[in-house]
C-alpha cells in the first residue's frame, strides 16, 4: 500500500472538494437542528410514523387517534394521492403543510377494509420546555464535536497531503457529525437524499479506514505482512454493503411500493455491516497494542502508545456513555453528554498529534505537559469563571424556585468549592507535587538545567565553563554528542565536544562552520533553538549547502542552541538524540534556551574580560615605553644654557601627553653666536615626538660648521626632513641666531606663531612680530625662506613660543590669546627670562583655571639686562 502520493495541487483539489462535501452535510444537519429547535417555519408535528417497508404505521399523536387511525394500519393513499414515496411524504409534511391544514389519509385495516381518515393538523410550541432541554443537549453533544474533529481532519490532511495515513484520520474524523443525522426528513427532496446517501457512506467507509489506519500507523502490521488478503475479508463486503444500503434508500424514497427481497437484504446487510464494523473497531485495537510491542524504532513506539492511550481515552468515553443505561446511570442528562464529548476530543487530537508531530513524546511527558498547562494560571481563570458562571445560574434558578431542593443546595456548595481551591498558590503546589511523585526524571531535569543556567553566570573562564555545561547537559538529558563552536574569524570553530574525536574532526573532517553559511545565517536571524528534523527538514535546511549538511550528519546534530551575546553570536551548541531518542520537548528547549543566553553571554563577558586585560597590559607596556620616550625627549631639550653676562635665557616645554610635538633648543655656535630654535610638529605622541627628534638632528646636523646663511640652511633642513617624514607630516620652525658682541639678531620664520620682540619706550611698549621666512619644513619637497635681521637694545625681551600657550583654553573653550600673553610679560618689565617664563605658565594656568589642555605648551625666553 503506497504510504504517499503525488501531485500535490490535485491533492489539495480533493481535498477542497471534501471539504465542500463534509462541510455541506455539516451545515445541513445544523441547520435542520435550528429549524426544528426554534420553529423558525411552524412546521407540523409529523402525526404519525410507519415502517417504509411495510407501511404499516407504529406510533399516532393524539389528532390521529381521534380520526380513527390506529397502529398496524396500512398507508394507502395521502390527500387523494396513491402513496408515492418518502420523499413526497416528507416533502408533503415539512414545506407543504402548515399547522391548521387538514390531512387526508386512507389506511387498510388489519381485516382488508379501507378507511378513509381526516383531521387537522397541529404545530409545536417554540417555548415547549421538553423538547428544549432535549434539543440543547442533543445540540452540544452531536454539534461542537463533530466540528472539531473536521477541522481537525481538514488540518491533518492540509500538513500531510501526501501522507495516506492522513486521509484516513479524515475519514475517521469525518465519522461523528453523521451523529446528528438523528431526523432524515430535516431537509426533503433531494437534500434528503443527500443527507441519507452521505450518512450511510461516512458509517460504511470509517470502521474500514480505522481499520486501515491501525495496520499501516506508523509501520505496517506484521499480521498484514504475512496475510495481507485478509483486510479484503472485510473491505470487499463492506462496499458492497455500502453500494446496497445507497440503493435501498433510493427505493424508500422514490418507489412506494417496496421490493420483499431488498427488505430481507436490507436486513441482511444492516447485519453484516455491524459486523464488519466491529471487527474493524476490534482489529484496530489489536494491531495498535500489538505493534506497540514490536515497533522497529522508539519513535514508532512512542506514537503507538500516544494512539493506544489517546484512544482509550476518547473512544473509551463514547463506550461508557453508550453503556450507561446498563449500570442504571441515565445518560440522557446534560452533565454526562458534555463530559462524554469533552474527554471524547482527546480521540481526535491524538490522532492529528501523531500524524503531524515531527517526533512523538513519551505518553508520561505528554500527561506531564497536559497537566501543567491544565494547572496553568490562565487555564484556571477560565474554568474558575465558568465555574462562577454556572454558579451565578444556579443561585437565580434558586431564588425563583418556590422551594429548596437538596440537590440544588448540594450542586452550589460543590461549585463554590471547586471555585475558591482553584487558587494559583494551590494549582502550584498541586503542579509541583504531582512532578515530584509522578515525573521525578523530568521534575529533575528541569531543575538541573535551571540551576545550570545560574552557575553559568559564575564562570569568565571559557574553557572551564565549556566543560561544566557539557557534562551538565550529559548528565541530565542523557545525551552522547555535544559540539561547541565559537567564534573565530570569519567561522565557527570546535572549541569543545563530547563523543566525538579527540584531534577535534568529526567524520575525518574539521569542524567549521563560516559566518555566511546557512545555518549561522538562520540561527543569528532566529535567535532561539533550532530542531533538525531529517525526514521533513525545514525550508533553511534545504537551503544549506551540501557541506553544511554533511557536517550536520556527521555531528549527529538534532538540535542547534544560539550563544548570543548582546550584539552578535558568539557561538553554537548542537546536542545529538537523547538515548531515550525522544525528542526534545517544550520544557527542554525552554531551559536549554535559558542555558544558552547565559552562556553566550558569560562568552561575551568572558571576552570582554580578556579583551581588558590584553588592553591593560598592552597599556602598561605602552606607558613604560611612553615613560622611556618622556625620558629620552626630555635629554632632547637643552640641559643647561649659555651663561652670557647681559643676557638670561629660559625654556620649558610641557607636553599634553607623555611625549609631544614641541621643540626648542638653545646651543653655542663657534663665532661667539647662540643660535635659538623652537618649533611645533603636527600631530601629538609618538610620532610627533619621532619628527620633532628628526627636525632637531637636522638642525643641529647643518649648524656644525656655523652658517651664516640661515635662509639656506632652513632649506637643507626642509629637504631633510620632508625625506624622513610621512606626506601629511610637517613642522612650524623658528630658527635665529643672536651675536653676543654685536646683539644682531638673524632669524628664520617657517610658518612658526610669529615670536614677539618687546622693548621698553619709556612708560610703554614697542612690540615687534619676528614674521619673516617661508613655508613649514617637512610638507614640501623644495622650499625657499627669507632671513631677516636687527638689532637688539639692553632691556629687550624675545618672546618665543608655541600655539599650545596663546591657545590655552578654559572650560568654556575660550582662548588665553596673544594679548593676555603680552600684557602678563609687560608687567614684569625688569624679570630675568626664567621669571618671565615661569610668570607667563603661572598667568596661563589661573586662566584656564582646571580645564585640561589638549596641546603641548613651550616657551622659549631671551631677555637682554638694561645697561
Not at 97 to 112: A, E, F, N, S, T
Request: hydrophobic share 45%.
Amino acid at each position: 500500500m503506497p504510504q504517499q502520493l503525488k501531485n500535490d495541487r490535485v491533492l489539495y483539489f480533493l481535498l477542497g472538494l471534501y471539504i465542500v462535501a463534509s462541510m455541506t452535510y455539516f451545515v445541513a444537519n445544523i441547520s435542520g437542528f435550528l429549524d426544528d429547535y426554534f420553529d423558525v417555519h411552524h412546521r407540523v408535528t409529523t402525526p404519525l410514523t410507519f415502517d417504509i417497508d411495510t407501511l404499516k404505521i407504529t406510533t399516532l399523536r393524539p389528532e390521529a387517534q381521534k380520526a380513527g387511525l390506529a397502529k398496524g394500519d396500512v398507508l394507502v393513499a395521502v390527500n387523494g394521492s396513491a402513496y408515492a414515496g418518502t420523499a413526497s411524504w416528507l416533502m408533503l409534511i415539512r414545506n407543504r403543510l402548515h399547522p391548521g391544514d387538514r390531512l387526508q389519509l386512507v389506511v387498510r385495516k388489519p381485516d382488508g377494509t379501507m378507511q378513509n381518515a381526516d383531521f387537522i393538523l397541529t404545530g409545536r410550541g417554540k417555548n415547549d420546555p421538553p423538547i428544549i432541554h432535549e434539543w440543547a443537549g442533543l445540540l452540544l453533544f452531536f454539534g461542537l464535536p463533530p466540528l472539531v474533529c473536521l477541522l481537525i481532519g481538514y488540518w491533518v490532511v492540509a500538513a500531510r497531503p501526501r501522507d495516506l495515513n492522513a486521509w484516513m484520520i479524515l475519514l475517521i474524523l469525518t465519522f461523528p457529525e453523521t451523529f446528528l443525522a438523528i431526523d432524515s426528513g430535516w431537509w426533503p427532496g433531494y437534500w434528503n437524499l443527500y443527507t441519507q446517501g452521505w450518512t450511510q457512506v461516512v458509517q460504511a467507509v470509517a470502521p474500514l479506514a480505522l481499520l486501515l489506519f491501525g495496520i499501516y500507523f506508523p509501520e505496517r502490521w506484521r499480521l498484514d505482512r504475512k496475510a495481507p488478503w485478509l483486510k479484503w475479508l472485510l473491505i470487499a463486503p463492506g462496499v458492497v454493503c455500502t453500494a446496497s444500503s445507497l440503493w435501498i434508500i433510493v427505493d424508500e424514497e422514490y418507489f412506494p411500493v417496496r421490493n420483499l427481497a431488498l427488505h430481507s437484504l436490507n436486513h441482511w446487510t444492516n447485519l453484516i455491516v455491524f459486523a464488519i464494523d466491529t471487527a474493524c473497531i476490534f482489529l484496530y485495537w489489536v494491531a495498535i497494542f500489538d505493534k506497540s510491542r514490536s515497533a522497529s524504532t522508539a519513535d514508532a513506539r512512542r506514537r503507538l502508545h500516544v494512539l493506544g492511550m489517546g484512544s482509550l481515552i476518547g473512544l473509551g468515553s463514547v463506550l461508557l456513555f453508550v453503556m450507561a443505561p446498563l449500570f442504571h446511570i441515565d445518560n440522557t442528562q446534560r452533565w454526562i453528554g458534555f463530559t462524554t464529548a469533552i474527554i471524547f476530543l482527546v480521540f481526535p487530537f491524538t490522532l492529528a498529534y501523531v500524524v503531524v508531530v515531527q517526533r512523538a513524546m513519551d505518553v508520561r511527558i505528554l500527561l506531564r505537559m497536559g497537566t501543567k498547562y491544565a494547572l496553568a494560571r490562565a487555564t484556571l481563570t477560565v474554568v474558575r469563571t465558568g465555574l462562577l458562571i454556572v454558579l451565578a445560574v444556579l443561585v437565580v434558578r434558586l431564588v425563583r424556585a418556590p422551594s429548596l431542593t437538596p440537590r440544588a443546595l448540594i450542586e452550589i456548595a460543590v461549585l463554590a468549592a471547586l471555585s475558591g481551591l482553584l487558587r494559583s498558590r494551590l494549582t502550584r503546589n498541586l503542579s509541583s507535587w504531582l512532578d515530584r511523585k509522578f515525573f521525578r526524571e523530568a521534575y529533575n531535569a528541569e531543575q538541573l538545567l535551571a540551576e545550570l543556567s545560574q552557575r553559568v553566570r559564575k564562570y569568565t573562564d571559557t574553557g572551564p565553563m565549556l566543560e561544566m555545561v557539557t557534562r551538565s547537559l550529559v548528565q541530565t538529558l542523557h545525551i552522547d554528542k555535544i559540539a561547541v563552536l565559537l567564534r573565530g574569524g570569519n567561522a565557527f570553530q570546535l572549541q569543545h565536544a563530547v563523543g566525538f574525536s579527540p584531534d577535534g574532526t568529526v567524520g575525518g573532517q574539521p569542524v567549521v562552520l563560516p559566518l555566511n553559511s546557512t545555518t549561522a545565517r538562520n540561527l543569528m536571524r532566529i535567535n532561539t533553538p533550532v530542531t533538525l528534523y531529517r525526514e521533513d527538514p525545514d525550508g533553511w535546511l534545504l537551503l544549506a549547502s551540501e557541506s553544511e549538511r554533511s557536517l550536520l550528519d556527521a555531528m549527529s546534530a538534532e538540535l542547534l542552541l544560539p550563544l548570543s551575546g548582546r550584539d552578535q553570536l558568539m557561538g553554537l551548541i548542537t546536542l545529538g538524540p537523547k538515548r531515550s531518542e525522544e525528542p526534545y520537548t517544550p520544557s527542554d528547549l525552554r531551559l536549554l534556551e535559558s542555558v544558552a543566553t547565559q552562556t553566550g553571554l558569560a562568552l561575551e563577558i568572558g571576552n570582554l574580560a580578556r579583551s581588558l586585560a590584553k588592553e591593560a597590559t598592552q597599556r602598561e607596556r605602552i606607558d613604560r615605553e611612553i615613560e622611556v620616550a618622556r625620558e629620552v625627549q626630555e635629554r632632547l631639550f637643552p640641559q643647561e644654557f649659555p651663561v652670557i653676562d647681559g643676557v638670561s635665557l629660559a625654556g620649558h616645554c610641557r607636553p599634553a601627553q607623555g611625549v609631544g610635538g614641541d621643540y626648542y633648543d638653545l646651543f653655542t655656535l663657534g663665532d661667539g653666536r647662540i643660535g635659538i630654535a623652537i618649533g611645533d610638529v603636527s600631530g601629538k605622541g609618538i610620532s610627533a615626538a619621532l619628527l620633532m627628534a628628526c627636525l632637531r638632528a637636522s638642525l643641529r646636523g647643518m649648524t656644525l660648521d656655523d652658517p651664516h646663511d640661515l635662509a639656506v640652511t632652513m632649506e637643507r633642513v626642509n629637504r631633510l626632513v620632508y625625506e624622513a617624514s610621512a606626506s601629511n607630516r610637517y613642522a612650524t620652525f623658528f630658527f635665529a641666531t643672536y651675536n653676543i658682541a654685536t646683539r644682531e639678531l638673524v632669524y628664520v620664520n617657517a610658518g612658526h606663531n610669529a615670536p614677539f620682540l618687546v622693548r621698553k619706550n619709556g612708560d610703554a611698549y614697542d612690540v615687534q612680530r619676528l614674521e619673516a621666512g617661508g613655508p613649514v619644513v617637512g610638507l614640501l619637497s623644495f622650499a625657499t625662506y627669507e632671513e631677516q635681521r636687527l638689532l637688539l637694545a639692553p632691556g629687550d625681551l624675545l618672546l618665543t613660543y608655541t600655539d599650545g600657550i596663546s591657545e590655552a583654553m578654559t572650560l568654556d573653550d575660550e582662548e588665553w590669546g596673544e594679548e593676555r600673553m603680552l600684557a602678563a610679560a609687560q608687567t614684569l618689565p625688569e624679570g630675568t627670562a626664567q621669571e618671565v617664563l615661569e610668570h607667563l605658565f603661572a598667568e596661563a594656568d589661573r586662566f584656564t583655571g582646571k580645564a585640561p589642555q589638549h596641546d603641548d605648551m613651550t616657551l622659549l625666553v631671551l631677555k637682554l639686562a638694561r645697561a
